[in-house]
């Protein structure tokens, strides 16, 4: 016999089973492809713009400033290995208008470059009588500087005007239209301005602690290997604080925070894709209650179980291989739509991107997923006993074990922590999806068993709606657990959004400061404290900021691991944890915790530590200690400015981190670190946008290396950034909704198709049309209601854990959105149940 | 109950042929009296069947039952005429399956408003089924599943039974079983049958036996 002209002949035969299949598999499918474009074209625009992001090659860059011997191995292994570079310091600082009577100032993204910058990329300047690409070379012979767009409305100014810029004062040579040094826009927290390293230490902005990045932009030939170039330098420079990166690593990095937007609608979009597997598992089991006649006359006849097998294998995988081509021509379709909203969203042009590697990926993603969930009832049905071909009674299939679906279970584990690069949010995701299923199938059975056995005492319409829900179980329980998951994550996304919304614009919103500084020398601490004081500002905290560095926990070394490429970690919490352990901390004191701070573990010590005596307390942020796998009691060194400094930890705390006051993860007891270099900052509460303008005014004037932020702006700023990314995030929930509607309703329909003949046969016996239609509705009413309550519970409690243990904040229920919401979700439902009950109802006999 | 058909009319359309299933036919039924109506397939049994429930509505002619033209009756009305005049027995039992023995028996009594069970209990104990009050219809097999139909049919008391081929499902011996239970019911309390039956032998048990041949009645 022909395997493939018998599997035609049998997949022919399902028409409808292909068509539910296909319908369910491909909506399932269609978010995992979208967000996999979304994915493709960022790493595609990164790609692309690698070595612009770097301007170079390779980049040797770091947050402090290299020591002359570091300085002088690099420079001298340049010179030696005639390799051009150029020398790129970023900072922040506040600049402000020169010929202006009234005094202005805004917080700058500060770019000194030296003359052979850059190698790549560049920037498109207008309004200096032209408008195309800068030359650079113009910028070193003055003292000029070319400013972003977005500095000269804020400032007022326009070429030729001149600018503060820490001592020295630039004229304003020309505006920035477009830099591809940027990765995306509407990330950075200030403009940027151009300027030559030349006048770096003119303007006198660099000091001790001063928040900066250093740069040495390398050129390479092409016939170099930057390997070994890489691995020669960090011979050279082995501190880890000291970064070597090539474009590619550079433009990983620079995609983090929409990789972690890509990663959280994959989350969103793996939810669909598991509905999907709910309705095909419904449809398939449906299908072969259907076929198992077939299948023991097939046996009957002599066909191997192993032979039917395959049939039934390459009928799932054609069926996956179709719906797979359905949803990515209605990719193709949507894509245009789709890109529109993102450039909106990224504030930057994303043209999604769909290799067929990423095809291959989804195809194989599906394929195992459909056969891990929908094998068991294909083995179960050819498990099934042949004698039934002799009963006339209706087959059943063989009792599918829950224990089949565990293979299931961690594949779908797997995918949560491959798709969320996170093992905890992973199995924290797929660990609340089955405490919900639980929960939801607990409840569901009870209440349905509770009904039917108050059934007696209900009149006639509620009687027959609970015998039904409760004696059809499995297309009840598939279209009530449905509606459940989607409704609850709807719910979750939406108090979520709100909550944290609230949480940024208005819970902390009277006691967080209006004012943000960093960088005050402690040289100018004593002068800063007399200005505030004259000058009456209401300074809510000054808090003094150490560097130093974690070298050891509990007596052994933090620095195990060499330079790791983000690569080298499976997941993203490898990599917290590695870089946490690795990377230079500030470290404060203070005698009281700040509004912003509590305790959730041990007892904060704000005494005077007597190092003689004992050795001095350190408080650590909860979430903090957990990264580094401290525990209270344990003792950790830190290494500040070579000096060994020893504490134990005594207090765990929680920060509110949007209040915007100065906090640290490492507080230390007071008396140790007095006389440890260190820098300041501040944060003041204003009366008006005059005394804020002020404020920046006389900063400005007075500590030019200073730099401040105005919070509001800021807290703009996030807003948007956040209302962009809630937006990509509500886009894909809206089309998971869609998705999950359609795969109830088919299940609905299915369901009631299946009683036609009940209903036919309740008229047939006099029952009125309309009585029948509310038995059917009203099942769909307490399917509907029951999901709701739940879904509204389950995606409070939700919000709720996460906002206290992740945001240490509150969560805030929306009863009015959330309700029209539900009612719209519900209204949908009743009004397609209804709609179909009346087409049903249209069969008028049984003779 | 009394049951007179006059020039009764139907057909329905096929494409965009008319096919005329029943042609002007006429009836008289006596009270209490069991009519046995033979046919072939498609000589329009089922549509007749249809007809006398209040089903459908015929093209032309009347149907009086008792003295209500059922045919001018609108849909609400033949709704409570139906739950209470007749009784319907199927060849495929027509079970609701998610409703166990009693509550099928019980279902009739509850569209007619009753709320005591006790009339489904003695109609299940009179068919003998008492051991399987809470049995699903899965769970019974064809003979036991026709009695629960037939209880079913029977709980409310109807003057009026119709009874498509109610034996073809079954064998023999389990088919006549039902057949003699359902005489004996129907001639104790005089209730009018029409039987549909391609059993010549079950036919003749009949009072008189109606031919349908090609739309028409033939006695």
Redesign the interface.
């Known amino acids: 016999m022909s395997f493939i002209g018998f599997f035609i002949r049998d997949f022919k035969s399902d028409k409808s089973f292909n068509w539910f299949y296909i319908l369910c598999a491909s909506l399932g499918i269609i978010g995992l492809l979208l967000v996999e474009s979304f994915k493709g074209g960022i790493e595609d625009k990164v790609t692309k713009n690698a070595k612009n992001f770097i301007a170079s090659d390779l980049s040797v860059s770091t947050r402090r400033t290299l020591d002359p011997s570091e300085t002088t191995k690099l420079e001298t292994y340049l010179q030696n290995n005639k390799l051009p570079f150029s020398r790129w310091t970023e900072t922040y600082s506040l600049v402000s208008k020169t010929n202006e009577s009234e005094p202005l100032a805004k917080l700058s993204d500060l770019n000194f470059v030296s003359e052979e910058f850059p190698y790549y990329g560049g920037v498109t300047l207008e309004e200096s009588g032209y408008k195309g690409v800068g030359s650079w070379q113009s910028l070193h012979q003055n003292p000029l500087v070319w400013i972003a767009r977005d500095l000269s409305w804020q400032l007022g100014v326009k070429v030729g005007d001149k600018l503060k810029i820490g001592e020295l004062n630039f004229k304003i040579d020309g505006i920035i239209s477009e830099d591809n040094f940027s990765s995306f826009r509407g990330f950075s927290l200030a403009p940027k301005i151009f300027l030559s390293y030349n006048y770096l230490k003119q303007t006198e902005l660099i000091k001790f602690g001063s928040t900066a990045t250093y740069a040495y932009a390398i050129k390479l030939s092409p016939d170099l290997n930057l390997k070994k170039i890489q691995a020669e330098l960090r011979l050279l420079l082995p501190d880890k604080s000291i970064h070597i990166v090539s474009p590619d690593e550079s433009s990983k990095q620079i995609a983090k925070s929409l990789n972690i937007l890509s990663d959280y609608l994959s989350l969103i979009t793996l939810l669909t894709y598991l509905l999907s597997l709910v309705g095909l598992y419904y449809f398939t089991q449906y299908f072969l209650s259907k076929k198992l006649k077939t299948f023991s006359i097939y046996k009957t006849l002599g066909i191997k179980t192993s032979f039917l097998f395959h049939i039934s294998f390459l009928h799932l995988f054609v069926l996956t291989l179709m719906a797979v081509v359905t949803s990515t021509i209605l990719i193709i379709i949507l894509l245009p739509f789709v890109e529109t909203i993102s450039t909106h969203l990224i504030g930057d042009n994303i043209h999604f991107k769909l290799g067929i590697w990423s095809l291959l990926r989804i195809l194989l993603l599906s394929l195992f997923g459909n056969m891990l969930a929908l094998g068991p009832l294909f083995w179960g049905a050819l498990q099934t006993s042949i004698g039934n071909v002799f009963q ?3 087959t059943e299939l063989k009792r599918i074990k829950f224990y089949y679906f565990l293979p299931l279970v961690a594949y779908v584990n797997i995918l949560t922590i491959l798709l969320s690069n996170s093992v905890r949010t992973g199995s924290y995701f797929l660990f609340t999806l089955i405490i919900i299923v639980i929960v939801a199938a607990l409840c569901f059975k009870g209440f349905t068993k509770l009904f039917e056995q108050l059934a007696v005492k209900f009149n ?1 319409i509620n ?1 027959h709606a609970s ?2 829900l409760s ?2 179980f499995t297309s009840t329980f598939t279209i009530f657990i449905c509606l459940l998951i989607s409704m609850t994550f709807s719910v979750f996304i939406f108090q979520l959004d709100h909550s944290l919304r609230q949480e940024f614009t208005q819970t902390s919103g009277n006691r967080r400061p209006d004012l943000f500084m960093f960088d005050l020398q402690d040289s100018q601490a004593k002068r800063f404290s007399q200005l505030v004081y004259d000058e009456k500002w209401h300074q809510t905290l000054l808090a003094p900021m150490i560097r130093a560095r974690l070298i050891k926990i509990n007596q052994e070394l933090t620095q195990k691991k060499t330079e790791q490429v983000e690569s080298d970690f499976s997941t993203r919490d490898e990599q917290n944890s590695e870089r946490m352990k690795n990377r230079g901390v500030n470290l404060s004191y203070r005698s009281q915790l700040s509004w912003s701070e509590k305790v959730v573990a041990g007892a904060f010590n704000g005494k005077n530590c007597d190092t003689n005596k004992s050795i001095c307390e350190i408080s650590l942020v909860d979430t903090y200690a957990s990264q580094l796998g401290v525990k209270i009691g344990d003792h950790l060194t830190f290494d500040v400015g070579g000096v060994e400094v020893e504490g134990v930890v005594r207090s765990l705390r929680k920060v509110k981190w949007v209040s915007f006051e100065p906090n640290f993860f490492i507080l230390f007891q007071p008396g140790i670190l007095e006389d440890a270099p260190k820098t300041y900052l501040a944060s003041f509460k204003v009366k008006s946008s005059m005394e804020k303008m002020a404020v920046f005014s006389k900063i400005a004037d007075n500590f030019s290396n200073v730099s401040l932020l105005d919070t509001t702006e800021v807290i703009k700023k996030i807003t948007t950034i956040f209302d962009l990314m809630a937006m990509a995030i509500k886009f894909i929930s809206i089309l998971s909704l869609m998705v999950a509607l359609v795969v109830i309703a088919a299940v609905s329909f299915n369901h009631l198709d299946l009683r036609k ?2 209903m036919t ?1 309740f ?7 309309n009585i029948i239609k509310k038995i059917y509705t009203r099942e769909f009413l307490f399917l509907i209601l029951l999901s709701t309550l739940l879904s509204l519970f389950f995606g409070s409690v939700m919000t709720l854990v996460l906002m206290k243990y992740v945001f240490n904040s509150e969560s805030i229920t929306q009863i009015f959105q959330i309700s029209t919401l539900m009612t719209g979700i519900a209204t949908v439902l009743y009004l397609m149940v209804n709609l179909r009950v009346n087409f049903l109802l249209k069969e ?4 | 109950m009394k049951i007179s058909i006059t020039n009764l009319k139907k057909s329905f359309l096929q494409g965009k042929n008319i096919i005329s299933v029943l042609e002007d036919i006429s009836l008289e039924i006596q009270s209490g009296e069991v009519i046995a109506l033979l046919g072939k397939s498609g000589s329009g049994k089922s549509t007749l069947l249809s007809l006398l429930a209040g089903l459908e509505k015929p093209d032309q002619g009347t149907i009086i039952a008792n003295e209500t033209d059922i045919v001018k009756l609108s849909e609400s009305e033949l709704c409570d005429w139906r739950a209470k005049n007749i009784g319907i027995i199927f060849q495929q039992f027509n079970l609701i399956p998610h409703l166990s023995a009693i509550e099928n028996i019980y279902l009739p009594l509850e569209i007619n408003g009753i709320t005591e069970n006790q009339k489904a209990i003695e109609w299940l104990n009179l068919v003998g089924l008492e051991d399987r009050a809470n049995h699903f219809p899965s769970m019974l097999s064809g003979g036991e599943q026709q009695r629960i139909a037939m209880a079913r049919a029977l709980v409310t008391n109807p003057p009026f039974i119709l009874a498509d081929e109610p034996t073809g499902n079954l064998d023999q011996e389990t088919g006549k079983k039902i057949i003699e239970i359902l005489f004996n019911i129907v001639r104790k309390k005089k209730i009018t049958m029409i039987l549909v039956t391609h059993d010549e032998e079950l036919a003749l048990k009949a009072d008189r036996v109606i031919r349908l041949i090609g739309g028409k009645c033939r006695l």
């Open positions: 006339d009674l209706p006639f009687r015998f039904t004696r059809y003949r009940e046969l008229h047939m016996l006099g029952l009125k049309k008028k006999s049984l003779f």
